[in-house]
């Protein structure tokens, strides 16, 4: 049996097999017995909680919180908000769509790290929302829409999927015409390394007319590895490019430290910084969020200008009709008919002229 498979079926989804990692503070315990809800990670991201920290930020991400209870600020009914599903379009229960030109394919509503800021929570950790994951009606329609060039696979976690199922989601993509882009979204090569195989490395390899890219989740330092690392690799040299998606998230992720070595690690190990997300207005979430200011201010204050440009990713909230970015211009301080006066990380000013139309 491949490891990955034996990582999923040990999954580390109850109070008995938890305290094998860590040892289980009392507020844990509480919300692992009390909350009605899907829970659970790989022993191997297990693996990477501290022991003895209920503040571990991999703890935060996949232990239950008595929390999750609040909500203050959570969108009732969010994700059928969010992703347009009481529109007037009809559309299969796989299909969400923001964008004229793209769309997220569901395929599946299984993890193998349930995280607890999931903005799909309704879906996937709640199980309050139902829908119908039916691939060949989700390709039917996307062949039907000839405007779709652009296919995000999306879940619960698409690469839980067997390589069959993947290389047939693939295969089917490539043979519709107007399709130029296959996108997953995945956070196996944080959680779950162990999935990027010689057969899966098979099904995503070679050129092809349509690329494929892979963007996973990353949210802190501690997260990335060694055995993360490898596996980017062998994605890369399968001519797939991977990217990260962060999600901004108090306590985890949300001072100028944990943010400059979250970057810069990701960098160390080939994967490029994309989105910072602001954490979404999903029920149940409210503990994990910030200011919506935060996340400006900590590219300002741990990355630009503190370390390479190629770690900057794009601070963005993701919403019913799209993404929107949510920064600033932090560097123009002035302007008059003749010059723009401009500052840079260290406060120090210069000028540039003010060219007309």
């Known amino acids: 049996m491949e490891e990955w498979i034996e990582q999923l079926q040990n999954s580390v989804n109850n109070l008995d097999k938890l305290k094998q990692y860590v040892n289980v503070s009392p507020?844990?315990?509480q919300g692992i017995k009390t909350l009605n809800t899907q829970w659970g990670t790989t022993p191997y991201f297990a693996s990477l909680m501290k022991r003895d920290d209920p503040h571990c930020p991999i703890r935060m991400q996949v232990i239950p919180s008595v929390k999750e209870k609040e909500n203050r600020y959570g969108i009732p009914n969010y994700l059928i908000w969010k992703e347009n599903r009481a529109t007037d379009e009809v559309r299969p229960d796989s299909i969400a769509r923001q964008y004229h030109d793209r769309i997220a394919f569901t395929?599946?509503?299984?993890?193998?790290?349930?995280?607890?800021?999931c903005f799909r929570k309704e879906l996937v950790v709640d199980r309050d929302l139902k829908l119908r994951?039916?691939?060949d009606e989700g390709l039917a329609w996307i062949?039907?829409?000839q405007e779709i060039r652009d296919v995000l696979i999306t879940g619960g976690d698409p690469f839980i999927l067997s390589d069959e199922k993947i290389e047939y989601l693939i295969r089917k993509l490539r043979e519709i015409p107007h399709i130029e882009m296959i996108r997953f979204g995945t956070r196996v090569p944080i959680v779950l390394p162990q999935r990027i195989t010689a057969g899966l490395k098979k099904v995503l390899s070679g050129f092809h007319r349509v690329p494929i890219w892979i963007n996973t989740q990353c949210n802190h330092a501690n997260e990335i590895?060694?055995?993360?690392?490898?596996g980017v690799y062998d994605l890369l040299s399968c001519g797939v490019n991977v990217g990260n998606q962060a999600v901004l998230l108090k306590g985890v992720n949300d001072n100028v430290d944990a943010f400059r070595e979250l970057h810069q690690k990701l960098l160390a190990v080939r994967i490029r910084p994309y989105y910072v997300f602001y954490c979404e207005p999903a029920p149940g979430i409210d503990h994990f969020r910030t200011p919506v200011e935060k996340g400006a201010e900590l590219i300002r204050d741990a990355l630009r200008g503190h370390t390479t440009g190629l770690a900057?990713?794009?601070y963005v909230i993701a919403t019913n009709i799209g993404k929107i970015p949510l920064m600033p211009d932090y560097h123009i301080v002035d302007k008059n008919d003749q010059e723009y006066?401009?500052?840079?990380?260290t406060g120090q000013l210069t000028t540039l002229p003010n060219i007309p139309e």
Request: some cysteine.
């Open 27 to 29: 507020e844990e315990e």
């Open 107 to 117: 395929v599946t509503d299984v993890c193998a790290n349930y995280c607890r800021h």
């Open 133 to 135: 994951m039916d691939v």
């Open 143 to 145: 062949q039907e829409h």
């Open 225 to 230: 590895t060694e055995t993360t690392a490898m």
């Open 312 to 314: 900057q990713p794009m």
């Open 341 to 345: 006066t401009l500052r840079n990380h």
